[in-house]
Each structure stands twice: as structure tokens, then as C-alpha cells.
């Protein structure tokens, strides 16, 4: 049975740092593409993230060179470090089980129950 499960949002002031973990059961995280997205209230789902099952990265302009996605195949994670966090960065956080075409990631039908991230000016 495929699980995910997220860990490690909170609240922080802005310019701080948050680590964000999705545990994920029922499959080796590293044979899969996998992927960071993020609801803001009132936005649409929209993708942070992503890392395909052969090691590219895929990052929103929004979040380059201040996230990073990771996989810890020991511990089956998929991480995502946050630097210099701002407030545009709140939301819920939710991992996802994909699969990239075209270099597009297509989000599958897995999913985590989500993680808030609050950031305060």
C-alpha cells in the first residue's frame, strides 16, 4: 500500500530556514519521480520541485537557489531544504508520486496529507 506522509512544516519569520520531510511506504522512493508542490489560500496547487527517478531536478523560478530537493534512499524520504524563507512561501506543502514526460512532471495519484509553512514579515 503506497503511503506518504510529510513532517516538518511550522511557522518562522522570514529569512529563516525550514526542512520539510515526506515518508514514503509501500515503494523505494529512488525508482520513482517524485515532487514538492505547494496551495497557497486562494492560489492554485502549483509545483516547487521536483526530482525525476534518475536524479534531475526540476526547481519554480519562484524558489530557485533557496530550496532543494533531496532523496534519502536509506530512510525512503523525499526532503526539501528552505532557505530565506519569505512570506510568498506560505502554504501547504504536499509530496506527490509522478512521473516526468517531456521534462514536464505530471503529478500521479499519491499523495501526502500535507504540511503548513507559515512565514511571517
Known amino acids: 500500500q503506497v503511503q506518504l506522509v510529510e513532517s516538518g512544516g511550522g511557522s518562522v519569520q522570514a529569512g529563516r530556514s525550514l526542512s520539510l520531510s515526506c515518508a514514503a511506504s509501500?515503494?523505494?522512493?529512488?525508482?520513482?519521480?517524485m515532487a514538492w508542490l505547494r496551495q497557497a489560500p486562494g492560489k492554485e496547487r502549483e509545483l516547487v520541485a521536483r526530482?525525476?527517478?534518475?536524479?534531475?531536478?526540476e526547481y519554480a523560478d519562484s524558489v530557485k537557489g533557496r530550496f532543494t530537493i533531496s532523496k534519502d534512499k536509506a530512510k525512503n524520504t523525499l526532503n526539501l531544504q528552505m532557505n530565506r524563507l519569505n512570506s510568498e512561501d506560505t502554504a501547504v506543502y504536499y509530496c506527490?508520486?509522478?512521473?516526468?514526460?517531456?521534462?514536464?512532471?505530471?503529478?500521479?495519484?499519491?499523495w501526502g496529507q500535507g504540511t503548513q509553512v507559515t512565514v511571517s514579515s
Open positions: 509501500g515503494f523505494a522512493v529512488s525508482s520513482f519521480s
Open positions: 506527490n508520486r509522478g512521473r516526468v514526460h517531456d521534462s514536464r512532471y505530471i503529478p500521479g495519484d499519491y
Open positions: 526530482i525525476s527517478s534518475a536524479g534531475g531536478k
